[in-house]
């Protein structure tokens, strides 16, 4: 296709990659003498419909970008080729080499320069992440990072390329699913096509093991769902744990947000340590007992203070005096007071039931608080939640369906899709916690299920 002129203004040069259905070419621009990348999608039997969509997708999404490290969308059109018809997106060319190429070629990376280049790479996710709607890239990998002008101590210019599997936050609500991304790279989340500005905190945690190991993550161990890479590497341990942080298999115990992790990076704090987040607060009476793979949580009740008496006292007093309401009213009555009666034997005996059930309602759920335990069983089949109180306890039979709402807990796949074959579920316990307390037991929780369960309070 070399000397071939596209949309009689691009002159093509040579061609920089293929692959299925796609190809990548180099050209100039006859206005202006520059020269661009032009990726082609040519329909045939390897393009898809998901193909076009998300090369449509592409083309949208980077008309909306600016950003000196992402490449500059510069023209749109159809092509008719030999080959078959199809689309083109013209973009700046960008000459430098892929993070995958200088590693090839024996380039070696200090660990000032590792460092260097995550704060290029989240600063460019920071903009992405904070468009609205939010851009996830979604394939973040070495091949897609583009490094040149390296000079001195200095890593060089950073470059995010191929924006073939972007997504907006937007565009995912409704319609069909379309799990993209490179196997070692991907959070688990998304193979089950959920992502969130956190899927791309993984795929740069797992790119920077690539750059410290050499080693692609895929071919590394893992240890429930954790890349296993730290014995092989010898680097400071906070930017161990910073990476380990980076690419946890649960969302909730990832780094959210890429302003996060470069603060994260920059000042190295107690957080980055993983078991020093499941330490149990100091001062907590919940019980969490294991038992291999078994796990039980018991919460007491709560604690009698000042405060809850008064008001439970106040509650009290307000329940009896309702009850007694009626009595004062009978004596008058009876002395003959008949005006007070039409409205004694219709309206105030209504009002009186409503008002007692409903202060009984609330007396007797905040009393339950300081009377019942929780007790909390998780295994390998089933959850289950057993309450007891001094005078009887109730089992909630244990839930296994995708949905169900029994007593004082919910459980909901929270997933679009299946991962390893198996869901991931999100329970939502009615209990008391303090904030400590429900970062504890989330963070145990979802380790003893391999992040597949995470946990909320209320």
């Known amino acids: 296709m070399a000397s071939k002129i596209l949309k009689e203004r691009y002159v093509i040069q040579k061609q920089l990659s293929q692959n299925a259905g796609r190809r990548t070419l180099l050209a100039r621009d006859l206005q202006n003498q520059e020269l661009v990348a032009i990726k082609l999608l040519i329909f045939g039997e390897d393009v898809c419909w998901d193909d076009l969509k998300l090369f449509e997708r592409e083309a949208q999404t980077l008309q909306l970008l600016s950003h000196p ?4 969308y510069l023209d749109y059109f159809d092509v008719d080729v030999p080959t078959g018809k199809g689309f083109a997106l013209v973009q700046n060319y960008i000459p430098a080499k892929s993070l995958e190429e200088w590693l090839k070629s024996g380039r070696t990376f200090s660990e000032a320069e590792v460092k260097q280049l995550a704060k290029a790479l989240l600063e460019i996710l920071d903009y992405l992440h904070g468009q609205q709607p939010p851009v ?3 394939d973040i990998k070495p091949s897609n990072i583009l490094l040149a002008n390296r000079s001195g101590n200095s890593v060089g210019d950073v470059y995010l390329v191929d924006f073939g599997s972007v997504q907006t936050l937007a565009a995912r609500k409704g319609g069909t699913i379309t799990v993209v991304g490179t196997y070692g790279y991907m959070p688990p989340e998304q193979f089950g096509g959920r992502n969130v500005p956190a899927s791309d905190i993984y795929s740069l945690g797992a790119t920077l093991i690539y750059l410290v190991t050499g080693r692609h993550p895929a071919e590394l161990s893992q240890g429930n769902l954790q890349i296993q890479f730290e014995s092989t590497v010898n680097l400071n341990p906070d930017l161990i744990a910073w990476l380990k942080w980076m690419t946890q298999p649960s969302l909730n115990r990832r780094l959210a947000f890429a302003k996060e992790a470069l603060e994260a990076l920059e000042n190295p704090r107690q957080p980055t340590d993983i078991s020093m987040v499941r330490q149990k ?4 009476r919940i019980e969490l007992k294991k038992d291999g793979e078994n796990l039980e949580v018991v919460i007491p009740p709560k604690k009698l203070s000042f405060r809850n008496f008064y008001w439970i006292l106040v509650g009290t007093l307000f329940c009896l005096g309702m009850f007694l309401f009626p009595f004062i009213w009978i004596k008058p009555v009876l002395q003959g007071a008949f005006f007070l009666i039409i409205p004694f034997l219709v309206f105030l005996p209504i009002c009186w039931i409503i ?5 009984c309602f609330v007396l007797w759920e905040r009393l339950v608080s300081f009377f019942r335990w929780t007790r909390i069983k998780i295994d390998d089949r089933q959850i289950s939640v057993t ?5 009887y306890q109730y089992q909630v039979a244990p839930i296994k369906k995708e949905f169900m709402r029994i007593g004082s807990m919910y459980i909901r796949d929270s997933m679009l899709g299946y991962v390893f074959d198996e869901k991931y579920y999100e329970i939502l316990i009615i209990s008391h916690a303090t904030p400590p307390e429900i970062e ?4 145990e929780i979802s380790a003893r299920s391999n992040g597949k369960i995470t946990v909320a309070f209320a």
């Not at 490290?69 to 500059?72: D, E, F, G």
């Not at 008002?355 to 202060?359: E, P, T």
């Open 136 to 138: 996830i890239h979604r």
């Open 355 to 359: 008002g007692l059930v409903i202060a």
């Open 440 to 443: 504890w037991l989330t963070n």
């Open 387 to 391: 309450h007891l109180w001094p005078w």
């Open 69 to 72: 490290a992402i490449p500059r």
């Open 281 to 284: 607060p100091f001062g907590s």
